[in-house]
């Protein structure tokens, strides 16, 4: 009796192997520098003392400072942050399902932070499009030095709870990169800003098109216990404007 043919592939493979046909992976690995505060750096955190109270919470909702305690106050005309350091950031993910948000030393190394917040992607990008503000708030308590370990930075706390624009949206969880992360960012390693659809061939049939959006953002450590990432417009423009705080509290 003849054998039974072999089950078709999985929807979206070929009967050869589909990895011959993926990018090979080659971002490299994370830089390990530390980060030291140098005189101007420890000056720089006196100035910007205010931020660091930013996300913690007034009432039942997030309320962030004063408009007028943005970053221009203390950047160059460029809208960099003096004192800061410059790192990639990218939001992306399926229509439907929760964004991403990656951060890399450049675009073609390995993300060394991966935070998945729970908000629908294509929310995210709408209102970033129709408010042209969006402030991320992260929170998390503070554990005792023996629980945490002293040299511990908010960045290596494994979830948040998270505000967009004082609203409470739930969590944001780290998470180590998935296959489909490292994917995205090996199609996007000559990228350094911009924003699009991926190919159809990444296209989910559930959730939607995979969008991106890629960007400059500066990164600012207040202490071990707070840091803030705001996003950078080219030339300065005044596109929409991403804000990013990390507090333990």
């Known amino acids: 009796?003849?054998?039974?043919?072999?089950?078709?592939?999985?929807?979206?493979?070929?009967?050869?192997?589909?990895?011959?046909?993926?990018?090979?992976?080659?971002?490299?690995?994370?830089?390990?520098?530390?980060?030291?505060?140098?005189?101007?750096?420890?000056?720089?955190?006196?100035?910007?003392?205010?931020?660091?109270?930013?996300?913690?919470?007034?009432?039942?909702g997030c309320h962030l400072s004063s408009p007028s305690l943005r970053r221009n106050s203390v950047s160059r005309a460029d809208g960099h942050v003096h004192g800061a350091t410059r790192t990639t950031g990218t939001l992306f993910g399926y229509r439907k399902a929760r964004i991403t948000l990656a951060f890399q030393d450049n675009p073609r190394s390995l993300p060394h932070l991966l935070l998945e917040l729970a908000v629908p992607t294509a929310k995210f990008m709408q209102d970033m499009g129709s408010t042209g503000l969006i402030r991320v708030a992260l929170e998390c308590e503070k554990k005792t030095d023996a629980a945490v370990g002293k040299s511990s930075r908010v960045l290596n706390e494994p979830v948040w709870t998270a505000f967009v624009n004082g609203r409470n949206v739930g969590y944001a969880a780290r998470r180590e990169p998935t296959e489909l992360d490292l994917r995205v960012m090996q199609m996007l390693h000559a990228v350094s800003m911009g924003a699009g659809v991926l190919p159809e061939d990444m296209t989910d049939p559930a959730d939607g098109e995979l969008t991106y959006m890629r960007a400059y953002f500066d990164r600012v450590i207040g202490s071990k216990d707070s840091e803030t990432f705001y996003m950078l417009n080219p030339d300065g423009t005044g596109g929409p404007e991403l804000s990013i705080f990390f507090v333990r509290i």
């Open 1 to 60: 009796m003849a054998r039974p043919p072999p089950p078709p592939p999985p929807p979206g493979e070929d009967s050869s192997d589909a990895s011959a046909n993926r990018l090979p992976i080659t971002l490299l690995q994370p830089s390990q520098r530390k980060h030291h505060f140098s005189k101007s750096t420890r000056l720089f955190r006196t100035v910007r003392s205010a931020f660091r109270s930013f996300p913690i919470l007034a009432t039942p």
